[in-house]
């Protein structure tokens, strides 16, 4: 199958811990499997003793994930009630107008994140294309595929439901990328992977959703409101996976 999807993560104790964990996930029945939940729960210890071995922790870790969600919020905040061609225009990017769903959202995605090569921006482009992309043609009937050109004015794009699945999505591909090697390994087929991997991108999702819920939208997302939210979001995300000795 490969590993492409994967990096080599460090190999301390609690990494050790994360992989293994994953692999127990996925490995064939008649052994010792675990549930999705320890997995990434495991993966949360695993980032907080990287974050204390660096002097940081996990939110400070994750500082370009938060700043990119409140552009995101923003933006879709001023594309409900201007609409989005206003929203383009202000972010001085009408350049993007008229242009086919894949090409605003990477167009989106590289004014918000830049070309930082680090890992979290990396995670931060892809998470983002992906929610960016589907908003666009869930609010765009019209487009027929990812070449049709986006109509002028869209309907709303609501901002605290985007920011969601974006750190929802961001965390999972993180995820993805550091325990791949062991999902890949352990599932044996392509089915049986990608079964596993909703169900890791499920638990995430909705334990995104019961953080944000927790929380009552700001009224304007650029600033500290904006800043607590989306930062809350992240850290009831991960405590909600921290493990309980």
């Not at 002028?152 to 901002?159: I, N, R, S, T, V």
């Not at 439901?161 to 044996?188: H, I, K, M, N, P």
Request: glycine share 10%.
């Amino acid at each position: 199958m490969g590993t492409s999807m994967a990096r080599r993560g460090p190999t301390t104790r609690r990494w050790r811990l994360a992989k293994g964990a994953a692999t127990r996930y996925l490995a064939p029945e008649g052994s010792a499997p675990v549930a999705a939940r320890e997995v990434i729960a495991r993966y949360v210890s695993a980032l907080a003793e990287s974050s204390a071995q660096q002097v940081s922790d996990p939110l400070a870790d994750l500082r370009l994930t938060r700043k990119v969600a409140q552009d995101l919020g923003a933006f879709s905040q001023q594309a409900t009630s201007q609409g989005w061609e206003a929203a383009l225009r202000g972010w001085g990017l009408e350049d993007l107008l008229g242009q086919p769903p894949a090409t605003a959202a990477q167009g989106l995605t590289g004014a918000w994140v830049g070309a930082d090569g680090g890992l979290e921006a990396a995670v931060a482009r892809a998470a983002l294309a992906t929610v960016i992309l589907g908003a666009l043609l869930s609010q765009a009937p019209i487009c027929q595929d990812q070449e049709d050109s986006l109509p002028a004015g869209l309907p709303d794009l609501e901002p605290s439901r985007l920011l969601q699945q974006f750190l929802g999505t961001a965390f999972y591909q993180r995820l993805v990328l550091d325990l791949g090697e062991s999902l890949e390994a352990a599932a044996g087929d392509g089915n049986r992977l990608q079964r596993g991997l909703a169900g890791l991108r499920e638990l995430i999702h909705q334990a995104g959703e019961r953080a944000a819920v927790e929380h009552p939208a700001p009224a304007h997302w650029h600033g500290l409101a904006g800043w607590l939210w989306v930062t809350q979001v992240v850290n009831g995300l991960l405590q909600y996976f921290q493990e309980r000795d």
